[in-house]
């Protein structure tokens, strides 16, 4: 089982090549903008390293976020259009996800953190297992003060993963019982794990419901005057 | 050598248009309209317009080649719009194009969409050829260019503030007509008076540029005091009388650049071009000069991926370089720089 997987959730973008979950090949950039620029040159760099050909791909997962939405657009077209050009599925993946399962070392509850911006984090709680984890709650959109008195309210030892540095410093004073790590980005080699197992369950994605996790309603600001002729004409 | 089969794809801004050429010939043509979507906001909104791109794109390269009876391994090249446009919305578009494009191991070509319109006469008139003067008014431009030849191109006159598309739109808003502003303006005008009010004519001293603000500040103070003073003209003759001022402006500059340069052609495209009181103008301007007018049908004046797939057709017929994988969108692309 060959996978192509392609991660533009967040700042950094990768992309891997593994075989049953193994990785193969790699390649990866941290850059707020440019996923469209870097795609496909690190799509053919990891067929070149490998000796791979497009055909011999079997599935292709993407993060579907949730994250700032223009990269996960770009990543989200490139992986159709390959799956439709050789006939692959499609995996979708959880950026929160992603990251909790490579946090997943220990025995803390692990909450996963995405940098929504405007001074919002996308967050979801996840329980370590044996060799992975289980969601352990939904995802939600929170502001720094509101994730804090989740965080307050939570009475297991916790790891904080993510792009917890986008939160304000103040906000962890006084939380003894939540440790701050590591990664702070999803990346494409974790998603081939989760890949490998969906698509051993061939737990696939209908293209046609494939679209990014938003998770908020799209920014709308018209800066028009907001004319009115209400009066004018009877 | 046999006519190429290329795949174009439009996503620059509330449309995603996705088509099939065989030459210069249309084999599918397809198209994802927003505007109900944008309508309840007055406007096209980017992260509205990005969003319903990236669900369209699949199922309507799906259905353009599906149409055309073509399978993806049987075209010749992947066309997309690289820019201008709006940035989150031009990335899924050529996102996806490269992406199939190095799956299916054929060139990509990123095309400027202003010189999509300046094609786009092409797919219909078998004549039209440069040199040729060419108006391109929409939403979001209003340019005259002189195409001296397919690839050379004189940008002679611009707007210096709204595009004419945005003028319909502020001013329908402002009439209470809706969205868009030039459908609904051109459908209010049929039953008023184009001489009822003066509105100004902008730019007079600058032959070939455009300026609309001056118009829209003139129509709602012109409309503040008509209120005050009872002397309200009925909505039909005010919208007719707005359309007049912007086709006026419009035609009179085009026609001044055919004057100026001499050339015996002109086309148009954008959105713009569907107004009909434009379209009878301009034809009843080139009668009258002798001069031949390609102005194709609306859909054709409007974005889509066919005009984008046909610039891709000379592109690949004279050898040109195909996009750079690590190539980017350029949402300030300029043509001809
Ligand atoms: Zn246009």
């Known amino acids: 089982m060959k996978i192509l997987a392609i991660e533009t959730a967040t700042p950094a973008s990768s992309v891997a090549l593994g075989s049953g979950g193994t990785l193969e090949a790699m390649s990866v950039r941290v850059d707020r903008r440019g996923h469209v620029g870097f795609l496909m040159p690190a799509i053919d760099f990891c067929f070149e390293q490998t000796g791979w050909n497009q055909h011999d791909i079997d599935a292709v997962a993407v993060d579907v976020g949730p994250g700032p939405f223009t990269g996960i657009r770009a990543g989200i077209a490139t992986a159709q259009a390959f799956a439709a050009g050789v006939g692959a599925p499609v995996i ?131 800066n028009w005057k907001t004319f009115r002729s209400e009066g004018l004409w009877p | ?43 096209v909104v980017p992260e ?141 005008s049929e039953h008023g008076d184009p001489k009822a009010v003066a509105f100004p004519r902008a730019l007079r001293d600058r032959p070939f540029d455009f300026s609309f603000s001056g118009l829209k500040t003139s129509v709602i103070t012109y409309l503040e005091k008509a209120k005050v003073d009872g002397t309200l003209p009925p909505r039909a003759d005010v919208a007719a009388s707005i359309q007049e001022a912007i086709v006026d402006v419009l035609v009179e500059k085009t026609f001044n650049a055919v004057e100026e340069t001499g050339v015996n052609a002109v086309g148009g495209g954008g959105g713009v071009l569907a107004n009909r009181r434009l379209r009878s103008r301009l034809r009843e301007e080139a009668d009258r000069r002798g001069v031949d007018l390609f102005i194709p049908s609306i859909e054709m004046c409007t974005d889509n991926g066919a005009m984008v797939a046909a610039v891709a057709v000379d592109r690949l017929s004279n050898g040109a370089p195909p996009d750079d994988w690590g190539a980017d969108v350029d949402p300030s692309m300029r043509l001809g720089s």
């Open chain 1, 92 to 222: 979708a993946v959880s950026s929160l996800t992603v990251q909790a399962l490579r946090a997943a070392t220990g025995r803390r509850r692990i909450w996963s953190v995405v940098d929504m911006r405007r001074g919002q984090v996308a967050v979801a709680p996840y329980r370590p297992l044996p060799g992975g984890v289980a969601p352990d709650g939904s995802a939600e959109v929170l502001g720094a003060e509101e994730f804090r008195a989740v965080l307050d309210t939570d009475e297991a030892d916790t790891l904080v993963v993510g792009d917890w540095q986008a939160l304000p410093e103040a906000m962890w004073g006084g939380l003894h019982r939540v440790r701050r790590g590591r990664p702070r980005y999803p990346s494409a080699d974790v998603m081939l794990e989760i890949a490998a197992i969906r698509a051993a369950h061939g737990d696939y994605v209908a293209a046609e419901d494939l679209r990014p996790d938003y998770m908020r309603e799209p920014d709308v600001q018209i």
């Open chain 2, 1 to 43: 050598m046999t006519a190429p089969l290329i795949l174009g794809i439009e996503t620059s801004c509330d449309e995603t248009g996705v088509a099939v050429l065989e030459g210069f010939n249309v084999r599918s043509f397809v198209l994802a309209s927003q505007t109900e979507e944008h309508a309840r906001f007055g406007g």
């Open chain 2, 48 to 188: 509205v317009a990005a969003r319903a791109h990236v669900e369209a794109i699949r199922p309507l390269v799906h259905q353009a080649l599906a149409s055309a009876g073509v399978h993806p391994d049987q075209l010749d090249a992947v066309a997309a719009t690289r820019g201008p446009g709006l940035i989150g919305a031009l990335m899924v578009g050529y996102a996806f194009a490269k992406s199939l494009a190095w799956t299916l191991g054929k060139p990509l070509y990123g095309i400027d969409h202003m010189e999509g319109h300046l094609y786009a006469p092409r797919l219909e008139f078998e004549e039209y050829r440069p040199p040729a003067i060419v108006l391109l008014a929409s939403g979001g431009h209003s340019q005259i260019i002189h195409v001296r030849e397919w690839g050379d191109y004189e940008t002679l006159g611009t707007t210096i503030d709204d595009a004419a598309g945005e003028a319909f739109d502020k001013l329908a808003r402002f009439l209470g007509l809706g969205y868009p502003g030039g459908p609904v303006i051109d459908a209010e």
